[in-house]
Nanobody
Framework: EVHLVESGGGSVQAGGSLRLSCEGSGFAYNCLAWFRQAPGKEREGVALLYTIGGTKKYGDSVKGRFTISQDRAKNIVYLDMNSLKPEDSAMYYC???????????????????WGQGTQVTVSS
């Protein structure tokens, strides 16, 4: 059975940091992405990691502040979030695919596997 489980969300003040984790099990995937969705807003791509080769992509709003990485031995992908802003507040989801890796410039509808989400709240 396929599982993606996020963890690490929480509340932090502006300027602070959080590390999100996404642990995958039950299948082999070649890309994993982080998306976020705030109330009343469209889902937004945050970061993408090609697990073979290690290529990384970031959304414009998080470039230079967020870093995606992986621990292949543990099958975990991390999202390190620094210099957090109130506008980073959202539910964060990890998503994975086999084969084709959809870009994160879209809503992510083409990603087949999703986690349940973890909430990030940044206060000013």
């Amino acid at each position: 059975e396929v599982h993606l489980v996020e963890s690490g969300g929480g509340s932090v003040q502006a300027g602070g940091s959080l590390r999100l984790s996404c642990e995958g099990s039950g299948f082999a995937y070649n890309c994993l992405a982080w998306f976020r969705q705030a109330p009343g807003k469209e889902r937004e791509g945050v970061a993408l990691l090609y697990t073979i080769g290690g290529t990384k992509k970031y959304g414009d709003s998080v470039k230079g502040r967020f870093t995606i990485s992986q621990d292949r031995a543990k099958n975990i992908v991390y999202l390190d979030m620094n210099s957090l802003k109130p506008e980073d507040s959202a539910m964060y989801y990890c998503a994975a695919n086999r084969g084709y890796c959809p870009p994160i410039t879209t809503r992510g509808d083409e990603y087949k596997f999703w986690g349940q989400g973890t909430q990030v709240t940044v206060s000013s």
